[in-house]
C-alpha cells in the first residue's frame, strides 16, 4: 500500500518562543492509502495537537519546530493559507470530539451541510440538498429531512456525532481524521460509529486516523497502531501484533490495565505515577519515572527507534541496547 | 410567546409604580414652590395661597401621592402643566417622535461603527488598527456628551460653517446631534462586539467551519458573526432605551423641541407635572425598549426560541 500521509521529525510546541511547552516532540508516522491508524495514549500525550497539525488547526500559541507534513508528496507545512484550505474537508477531512460544540449552535443541520458541500463542491443547493440528505441516511439517521431542519441541541450525541461525519463524509476526502469520535458517547452508539468507520474505510477506501484514548475502541479498527507518551512516540506497528505482544513498557501497562472478562481480577492493574507536565520533562527516556523496568541507562539516555524482528517500531532500551540490564540499582 | 409578553407587561407595572414614587418624592423634597415660580416674585401671598389651594399643593404627600397615581394608572392622566396649563401627555406625545427620531438616527450610527470597528478589531487582534480602536472608544465612552456637542457646535457650526448648530428642521440638522448622542454608545457596541467575536471565534464550531475548507470570509461573517451578534443586540437595545433618556443635554444643547428639551425647561420653572411626567414617559419607553429586544432575542438565538416552545408545550401537558 502506498504511503497517503507521511509525518517526518514532528515536534510542536506551546509558547511564543522556542523554548515552549512541547507537545509533540519528533514524532514520526505514515498513514498508508486504505488504512485506519489509530494514535492512542492518555490525556496530554499530544495526540489531538499531532492530528490537528495535519489540517494546520493548531490554536494560535501552537507552533510547528521542526518535521514534514507530506502528503500526497507536498509538505503541508510550505503551504500557503490558500492552498491548506482547499485540501481543508475536500482532501483530508476531520470529525471532532466533542459534537455538541462542534456544530454552529444557531443554524439548523441542514444549511451548514448545505453551505459546505454547495462552496466546496461547487454543485446548486437543490444538489447539495439532496447529497445531505442521502449522506445522513447513509449513517443511519432516521428522517433525514426532518434532521436536516433540526438544531444541533435538538439532537442527541450519537445523532450529532454521525451529523458530523456524515458531514467530513459527504466531502470524500481521501483521509479522514477522527478525534475521539466515541467519546461520551454510550456503548451501543459507540459500536454503530465504529461500524460506520469500518464501512467507510472498505467502501470508499478512504485513510483514516483514529485518535482515542480507548484501546478497546481502537482494537475493533486499527490496522496500524502508533503508542503515544508525553509528546513522543514509543511504540509504532501491526495492530494485531501489538496487541498480541507489546514490547514497550507503556504500551504492555496500558494493555494490562484493560478489565477483561476472560480472567478472574481482584484489582485492577494500573501506571504507577502521574505523566509528566510538557514543560518539564525527565530526563533520558520520559517514561522511566514510571516504568517498572527502568534502569540507569533509561534516566540518563533518550532511546532511539528501532524496528523489531516483527516490524514493529520501539523506542526503548530494554529493545535497542546492549548496555541494558534489567534491575540494574535505580534511584527515580 | 404571547404568555410570555403578557407576563412581562405585567412586571412592568411595579417598575412603573417605583418611577412615580420616586420621581414625584423627589420633586416633593425638592426646595422651592411650584405656585410662586409660577405666579412670579411679585405676586401676593394670597394669590400664591389660591393658586396652592387650586392645584391641591396643600394636600398631605401621601393624599398628593395616591392622586397622581391613581390619574396616572386608571386614566392615563400625567396632570397638566403648571405653566401653560395644556395636558402634558398631549404634549409629550407630540415631542415623543422628535426624540425617537434623534434616538434611532443615533442608535444608527453607533451600531454601524460599533459593529464594523468590532469586526475589524476582533479580526485583526492586537494589530494598530485595534489598538486604535479600543483607545478611540476609550475616548467615546469617558467623553460627556453635552461637552462634546458643544465642542462640535465650535468646530463644525461656528468655526467650519458646515453643518447647523441647531434646530431640527432637515436631515443636515440631525447630523451632529446623533453623532453626539452615538458616541458613547458606538463605543460600547464596538467593545462588546469585539470581546463577543473573540469569544466566539475560539468555539469549536469555528475550527469546525475552518476543518471543513471554508473561506475565512464566511467562517467570520456567515458562522462566527451571527453567534457573536446575539449579545450585542442586547446592548443595542440598551442602547436604544438609554438613548431616549439620555438626549436630554443632547436635546438641549442642539435646542431640538424634543421630549429631553421639554424636561430641561420644565425643571428651569420648577413645572413638576412635566418633570413627573416626561421622567415617567421615558421610563415606560424604556421599558417597551427592553421588552422588545427580550423578544427579538428569541428570534435570533434558537436556543432561547425553544425553550419557549418548551415552557408551552409543558403548560399543555399540565393542563
Not at chain 1, 525527565?282 to 541507562?297: D, E, I, K, N, T
Not at chain 2, 400664591?48 to 392622586?67: C, H, I, K, T, W
Not at chain 2, 458643544?150 to 448648530?165: E, H, R, T
Not at chain 2, 420644565?266 to 421599558?287: P, T, Y
Amino acid at each position: 500500500m502506498d504511503t497517503i500521509l507521511d509525518i517526518k521529525n514532528l515536534s510542536i510546541a506551546f509558547s511564543n518562543t522556542n523554548e515552549g511547552i512541547k507537545a509533540v516532540n519528533r514524532a514520526s508516522l505514515q498513514l498508508r492509502t486504505g488504512e485506519v491508524l489509530g494514535i492512542v495514549g492518555e490525556s496530554g500525550c499530544g495526540k489531538t495537537t499531532l492530528s490537528r497539525s495535519v489540517l494546520g488547526l493548531l490554536p494560535p500559541a501552537g507552533k510547528i519546530l521542526e518535521g514534514e507534513l507530506v502528503f500526497e508528496g507536498k509538505d503541508l507545512l510550505h503551504l500557503s493559507k490558500e492552498e491548506k484550505r482547499k485540501i481543508r474537508g475536500r482532501e483530508i477531512g476531520m470529525i471532532f470530539q466533542d459534537s455538541m460544540t462542534s456544530l454552529n449552535p444557531v443554524r439548523k443541520i441542514g444549511s451548514q451541510f448545505i453551505e459546505t458541500l454547495s462552496s466546496r463542491l461547487e454543485i446548486h443547493e437543490e444538489q447539495a440538498r439532496q447529497i445531505a440528505e442521502e449522506m445522513l441516511a447513509k449513517v443511519n439517521l432516521p428522517n433525514p429531512k426532518k434532521i436536516m431542519n433540526r438544531y444541533s441541541f435538538q439532537l442527541s450525541g450519537g445523532m450529532r456525532q454521525r451529523v458530523m461525519i456524515a458531514i467530513a463524509l459527504a466531502l470524500r476526502p481521501k483521509i479522514l481524521i477522527a478525534d475521539e469520535p466515541t467519546t461520551a458517547l454510550d456503548v451501543t452508539v459507540q459500536a454503530q460509529i465504529l461500524k460506520e468507520m469500518r464501512d467507510l474505510k472498505e467502501n470508499y477506501g478512504t485513510s483514516i486516523m483514529l485518535v482515542s484514548h480507548n484501546l478497546g475502541v481502537v482494537y475493533q479498527v486499527a490496522d496500524t497502531i502508533a503508542v503515544m507518551y508525553a509528546g513522543s512516540v514509543v511504540e509504532y506497528g501491526d495492530a494485531s501484533t501489538i496487541f498480541k505482544n507489546p514490547t514497550h513498557p507503556y504500551t504492555k501497562a496500558l494493555l494490562g490495565s484493560i478489565p477483561t472478562l476472560s480472567q478472574h481480577q481482584e484489582k485492577l492493574v494500573s501506571i504507577e505515577g502521574t505523566p509528566p507536565v510538557s514543560n518539564s520533562l525527565p530526563s533520558g527516556c520520559v517514561f522511566h519515572p514510571r516504568c517498572q523496568y527502568a534502569s540507569h541507562l533509561c534516566r540518563l539516555e533518550k532511546p532511539i527507534t528501532v524496528e523489531t524482528v516483527e516490524g514493529v517500531r520501539v523506542a526503548c532500551h530494554r529493545v535497542n541496547s546492549s548496555n541494558y540490564t534489567e534491575g540494574e540499582d535505580y534511584i527515580a | 410567546m404571547l404568555k410570555y409578553i403578557g407576563k412581562r407587561l405585567l412586571m412592568m407595572l411595579p417598575v412603573i409604580l417605583g418611577v412615580i414614587f420616586i420621581v414625584f418624592t423627589i420633586m416633593y423634597l425638592t426646595p422651592g414652590d411650584p405656585a410662586r415660580l409660577i405666579l412670579g416674585e411679585n405676586a401676593t401671598q394670597e394669590a400664591v395661597e389660591a393658586l396652592r389651594e387650586d392645584l391641591g399643593l396643600n394636600d398631605s404627600y401621601f393624599v398628593q401621592l395616591v392622586r397622581y397615581v391613581k390619574n396616572v394608572v386608571f386614566k392615563f392622566d400625567l396632570g397638566k402643566s403648571y405653566n401653560t396649563g395644556k395636558p402634558v401627555l398631549n404634549e409629550l406625545v407630540e415631542r415623543f417622535p422628535i426624540t425617537l427620531k434623534l434616538a434611532f438616527y443615533s442608535v444608527f450610527i453607533s451600531t454601524v461603527l460599533g459593529i464594523t470597528m468590532g469586526i475589524v478589531s476582533a479580526t485583526r487582534q492586537y494589530s494598530i488598527f485595534d489598538k486604535a480602536a479600543t483607545a478611540i472608544s476609550l475616548v467615546g465612552v469617558s467623553m460627556p456628551n453635552f461637552w462634546q456637542g458643544l465642542m462640535s457646535v465650535i468646530f463644525f457650526s461656528v468655526m467650519l460653517g458646515w453643518l447647523p448648530a441647531s434646530g431640527s428642521y432637515g436631515p443636515k440638522y440631525w447630523i451632529l446631534p446623533a453623532i453626539t448622542l452615538g458616541t458613547s454608545s458606538a463605543a460600547t457596541i464596538m467593545r462588546m462586539t469585539r470581546s463577543s467575536l473573540l469569544e466566539v471565534i475560539r468555539q469549536d464550531y469555528i475550527r469546525t467551519a475552518r476543518a471543513k475548507g471554508q473561506k475565512e470570509s464566511i467562517v467570520i461573517w456567515v458562522h462566527a458573526l451571527k453567534n457573536a451578534l446575539i449579545p450585542v443586540v442586547t446592548v443595542i437595545g440598551m442602547q436604544f432605551g438609554a438613548l431616549l433618556g439620555g438626549s436630554i443635554l443632547v436635546e438641549s444643547v442642539f435646542a431640538i423641541p424634543g421630549i429631553g428639551k421639554y424636561i430641561i425647561d420644565a425643571i428651569k420653572i420648577r413645572d413638576n407635572m412635566i418633570i413627573q411626567g416626561g421622567v415617567l414617559f421615558l421610563a415606560i419607553s424604556f421599558s417597551f425598549v427592553n421588552l422588545f429586544v427580550d423578544i427579538l432575542y428569541g428570534y435570533i438565538d434558537p436556543r432561547i426560541k425553544s425553550q419557549y416552545k418548551t415552557i408551552k408545550k409543558g403548560a399543555a401537558h399540565s393542563e
